[in-house]
């Protein structure tokens, strides 16, 4: 009878263990630094990578895909065109971007983080003003 709650206790413990080492690509979430900005072209746009379970920023992402455009107010064919910039802070990823007109614009990334299969998706929406 022991043996099978010791057998039960480990299998229990190895899964918990294997649960909390897997991470996924819904464990990161992009968040803008700057929700809002006065519209203009060479807009400095910044987003902010972390990760949900730690609540620790990621600074060895990859980002290798952006995209800027105004879907949140029905012009998803109004993209802007973006370039990555230097970071200054752990876990912030830079972009010069134009936002030629007031209104919402969806920034959308696609990074790999060191150590994950998966690759990690977000939008964000940013508001550009007068």
Known sequence: ???????????????????A???GAGDYSFDPVNPEM?????????????NKRTGKPVSDAVIF???VDMAPDGMAEMESPVAPLPSKEPGV????????MAGR????????VQGESETITGKVIVKATK
């Open 65 to 67: 895909k952006t995209r």
């Open 21 to 23: 080492a897997m991470a």
């Open 1 to 19: 009878m022991f043996s099978k709650f010791a057998t039960a206790a480990v299998a229990a413990t190895l899964s918990l263990a294997a649960s």
């Open 93 to 100: 990823y830079a972009f010069k971007t134009d936002l030629p």
């Open 38 to 50: 006065k519209k203009g072209d060479d807009v400095t746009l910044a987003v902010r990578l972390t």
């Open 105 to 112: 614009y969806q920034v959308t990334l696609s990074a790999k």
